[in-house]
Nanobody
Framework: QVQLVESGGGLVQAGGSLRLSCAASGRTFSNYAMGWFRQAPGKAREFVAAISWSGGMTYSANSVKGRFTISRDNAKNTVYLQMNSLKPEDTAVYYC??????????????????WGQGTQVTVSS
């Protein structure tokens, strides 16, 4: 049983930055790969970034590559998404998710076993 709680969302102007956090509890956090996804109203859930259990493998969507960075601190049971150079099209609810295949950094939402409730990110133009 893993519970994930996102925080750090809010309203920011285009070009600004936010850092999202996802605090995990329950099972051994360090053995899970972690991912960030987002979903805007009326649109499908979209992969953002993923990180392996060790942090040694990361993968990000082309739409955010070079702007967003995923990282984790296993001692704090927390995964982060640093978002820079934000654009209005980044506006969405952002979800973190846990993957039992800890070696993976998968962009496929079906590979994730646990999901947080999401945090709203709104980027104004």
């Amino acid at each position: 049983q893993v519970q994930l709680v996102e925080s750090g969302g809010g309203l920011v102007q285009a070009g600004g930055s936010l850092r999202l956090s996802c605090a995990a509890s329950g099972r051994t956090f360090s053995n899970y790969a972690m991912g960030w996804f987002r979903q805007a109203p009326g649109k499908a859930r979209e992969f953002v970034a993923a990180i392996s259990w060790s942090g040694g493998m990361t993968y990000s969507a082309n739409s955010v590559k070079g702007r967003f960075t995923i990282s984790r601190d296993n001692a704090k049971n927390t995964v982060y998404l640093q978002m820079n150079s934000l654009k209005p099209e980044d506006t969405a609810v952002y979800y973190c998710a846990a993957n039992r295949a800890g070696w993976a950094s998968s962009p496929d939402s079906d590979d994730y076993d646990y999901w947080g409730q999401g945090t709203q990110v709104t980027v104004s133009s």
